[in-house]
């Protein structure tokens, strides 16, 4: 099997750059046959990931969130059924975490080459915002409201090791959050609606458990349910927004009132203000109207360490 894999130079603050030649040798020295393709700059990821699906048999994203982001994309939008395979290069890696990689690159790819494909669910977006409608696709998170805003924020801190970097984001950016009032409907069926208003903190999205670097936003998250895991968080004094921010490291953050942890297929948001809103831990916008996510069971082929296709 050849692998092709797309590497970004830039994840990692940096460092993953200096680990390319450490994983060409480690390829080479398992006998693995291999494409490498770097990406000259952002959003170069999903053209790369349609031409390695072109010529090998599988495609890795070698670098953080954003990169598996970009890859993923690539290969939902036509990439021929190639699997997706992760090599956790970045600073967060919340997808590899999920995935159940290791995160040194000996061990990640020891399990990478061990690895069955294994198919599991991804989510769409559709935002509407000032420049118009914007399509996307996901395989780890949403984040809307003030988690956008830390997301966006940390990008300033990557120097920062992983989830540190979003710690001095939220210091920053939560006195100074003017929480929106939104109409959330929640759809966890076919003939279920739910429907809640109101002055809202965040609301994370996720296919995968963990966001930020490792804050569990939705900590019974599972790849292949065919759901999505939603944890909606109302405005609160800021008095009692510091005690959330250790617990949601620790998954716990559901105990607290204003906190509502479900699970859907689909849902919408609207806001008379614009919000914020990311996607796999990148900006999309910071101006979003109304957006609507739903789940594509099963639709996205894995390289996923230790499970067994049958």
Same mark, same amino acid.
């Given at each position: ?14 460092? @993953? ?52 982001? +970009? ?39 020891? @399990?990478?080459?061990? @690895? ?70 929640? +759809?966890?069926? +076919? ?10 903190? =965040? ?75 990311? =996607? ?31």
């Amino acid at each position: 099997m050849t692998l092709g894999i797309i590497f970004n130079p830039t994840a990692g603050r940096g460092r @993953a750059g200096r680990q390319r030649a450490r994983l060409e040798d480690g390829l080479r020295r398992r006998g693995v046959p291999f494409r490498l393709w770097e990406t000259p700059a952002p959003a170069t990821g999903a053209g790369l990931a349609l031409r390695a699906a072109a010529q090998c048999d599988a495609v890795i994203a070698a670098g953080g969130d954003g990169t598996v982001h +970009e890859v993923s994309a690539g290969l939902l939008e036509g990439g021929g059924n190639r699997p997706l395979g992760v090599l956790p290069l970045g600073t967060g890696n919340d997808f590899a975490r999920a995935v159940g990689m290791p995160p040194g690159l000996e061990e990640a790819l020891d @399990a990478l080459l061990a @690895a069955r494909p294994a198919c599991i669910d991804h989510g769409r977006l559709e935002a509407d915002t000032p420049l118009g409608r914007l399509n996307r696709t996901f395989v780890n998170g949403v984040g809307i409201g003030l988690d956008a805003e830390v997301a966006a924020r940390a990008m300033q801190h990557k120097r920062l090791p992983g989830v540190l970097s979003y710690l001095v984001a939220a210091l920053r950016a939560v006195p100074r959050w003017e929480a929106p009032v939104v109409e959330v409907t929640l +759809e966890p069926g +076919e003939d279920d609606e739910q429907r809640w208003s109101g002055p809202l903190l =965040l609301l994370a999205v996720g296919n995968g458990p963990s966001a930020g670097g490792g804050f569990r936003l939705t900590p019974a998250a599972c790849l292949a349910d065919g759901r999505l895991d939603v944890c909606r968080v109302q405005a609160m004094p800021l008095r009692r927004v510091w005690p959330l921010i250790p617990a949601a490291l620790r998954g716990q953050h559901g105990r607290a009132p204003e906190v509502a942890l479900e699970r859907v297929r689909e849902l919408h948001i609207r806001t008379m203000r614009p919000v914020p809103v990311h =996607l796999d831990g990148e900006l999309l916008t910071r101006a979003a109207h109304t957006v609507r996510l739903h789940v594509q069971p099963g639709g996205l082929r894995l390289l996923r360490p230790g499970y067994d296709s049958k």
